[in-house]
């Protein structure tokens, strides 16, 4: 059962992280390193999310 809860805790955590990233690189104000350092997720993924970004805009 702890591990469930772990896991969920873990989904929702990353979940919230991609929707900062997301806002951070819709502000342009960051560098893609800087919002690295700030929701500590792995280059690849905000490269991935800016590139999804820019398919939108």
Known sequence: MCKIMEDMRNE???KSAREI???MIRKGKMT???IVEA???PLNTIKE???QIMHLV
């Open 39 to 41: 929701t500590e997720l």
């Open 21 to 23: 990233a997301e806002r």
């Open 12 to 14: 929702a955590a990353q």
């Open 32 to 34: 893609l390193e800087e």
């Open 49 to 51: 999310l800016e590139d």
